[in-house]
Structure formats: C-alpha cells, structure tokens
C-alpha cells in the first residue's frame, strides 16, 4: 500500500497535528499483510478509544475504508468507540464468580450508576466492562477498578459492599475536580 505524506494529511481531521505517535504506529504496520487490527489495537492502547477522528486518520494514511474499520471496531468486542470513565470497573464473570453471585452484583452496579455492560456514566466518572476470570476466584466475586492511581481488588462482593464502594470513588472524584 503507498505510504501518504505524514505532513500532509488528508483526513481533514481538526485534531490531525496530535497525531505523531498515531503516525507513528501506522508507519509501522504499514506494509504488513492484515495491519488493521494490530493498528487499531494500539491507536486504542494510545488514545483509550476509537474516536472519529481516528478512524478517519486511519482510513486515510492506509488505504482502508472507513465502514471496514468501523466493522472490525464493532465486531470485537475489545475495541471502544468512545471514551472511557475515570475508573474502569471491570466485573468478573467467570464461573466462580457467577456461581458466587456476579449477576446480582452487576445488577447493583448498574442499577447504582445507570449504565450497562460497555458504558460510560454521563459524568464519565466510571465505566462498566464485564470481563472473564481475574484470576483470584477464591475471592469471588471480585471486580477490579483501574484509574489513574493504579488498579485494585475488590473481593467477596456483597450488593451493600459495592455500592458503597461506589459511592466512596465518586465522592473523591466529585471532591478533586471541584
Ligand atoms: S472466576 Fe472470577 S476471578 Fe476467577
């Protein structure tokens, strides 16, 4: 496929200048047979998510459409359209954790926050991602919340455990950005 010139890109996208290390991980993969993915892989890995702008980046500097990435983006399952939360909770499904009650937990969880699987509360504070074993399932069920400080375990969930768990992170988070 012919490279483009990186200085001059017609995406026509406004945030096009942010994109070095975007054009950097194209130039990359570039010439390797079945690049998308591994492309799309790390754009995410660099941005979090999948935005517009990037797709079109994408498209642009590889030569593949636009409705094909968006494709590919929506059929795994690991690939994200839109940004995610401060805390990402990522909620055990696995079969210790649904024989332990994670459905229930989940429930709570979006019940609490008003969102699904795969969304973001409107004040991007968190996002909900089910996700197979964390590997500690003697704690089941266990969730794990990642953010800009790190990652923690919780264990042994009860729906009254969670939902102060919750509360506590959204407070700290309302308390620093105010
Ligand atoms: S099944 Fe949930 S941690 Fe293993």
């Known amino acids: 496929m012919p490279r483009e010139n990186k200085t001059e890109c017609l995406c026509g996208s406004s945030e096009c200048s942010n ?10 993969y570039i010439d390797m047979e079945g690049n998308l993915i591994i492309i799309l892989q790390e754009a995410q890995e660099l941005f979090g998510y999948l935005s517009r702008d990037t797709v079109a980046h994408i ?32 909620l055990c499904q696995g079969t210790a954790c649904h024989v332990n009650g994670s459905e229930a937990i989940e429930k709570v969880i979006c019940d609490e926050l008003g969102i699904k699987d795969g969304e973001t509360t409107e004040d991007g504070i968190f996002t909900l991602n089910n ?11 266990v969730m794990m919340i990642q953010n800009a400080q790190g990652e923690e375990t919780y264990g042994k969930l009860t729906q009254e455990g969670v939902i102060g768990i919750l509360r506590e992170i959204k407070a700290r988070a309302v308390a620093q950005s105010a």
Do not use: E, W
């Open 19 to 28: 994109y070095a290390g975007l054009d950097a991980i194209i130039d990359k």
């Open 59 to 90: 498209s642009k500097r590889t030569g593949h459409a636009q409705a094909k990435i968006f494709g590919v983006a929506t059929f795994y399952a690991q690939f994200r359209l839109s940004p995610i939360g401060q805390n990402l909770i990522m």
């Open 131 to 141: 996700v197979a074993c964390l590997g500690c399932c003697s704690l089941a069920p």
